[in-house]
């Protein structure tokens, strides 16, 4: 499975953004698809993960209300959609093919850094 993130950038507290994760391969169908992120300092976080059926999702309780996970099965893609942003949210974002919705990630894409400004 190869990932491949994008959408990262500026923006001030309060704004939206929205992350793309790009899937190829063979197997990347099989596997739920998750965002993780790591601010400077701080272990890898989950963020949130969604079946590759779309019908389940799972959220960090901090984002959820703001962020949310989606994915078009026709593009292979996951997105994350982040709205009311906050400077606590600043880190660099990975997305991951991952066992189900909480299990290991057995692939990760490269990170895309998220900073919001307060």
């Known amino acids: 499975v190869q990932l491949q993130a994008s959408g990262g950038g500026l923006v001030q507290a309060g704004g939206s953004l929205r992350l793309s994760c790009a899937a190829s391969g063979r197997t990347s169908h099989t596997y739920a698809k998750a965002w993780f992120r790591q601010a400077p300092g701080k272990e890898r976080e989950f963020v949130a993960a969604?079946?590759?059926?779309?019908?389940?999702?799972h959220y960090k309780d901090s984002v959820e209300g703001r962020f949310t996970i989606s994915r078009d099965a026709a593009k292979n893609t996951v997105y994350l959609q982040m709205n009311n942003l906050k400077p606590e949210d600043t880190a660099v974002y990975y997305c991951?093919?991952?066992?189900?919705?909480?299990?290991?990630?057995?692939?990760w894409g490269q990170g895309t850094q998220v900073t919001v400004s307060s």
């Open positions: 969604i079946t590759w059926s779309g019908g389940s999702t």
């Open positions: 991951a093919a991952t066992v189900g919705l909480t299990g290991p990630a057995r692939a």
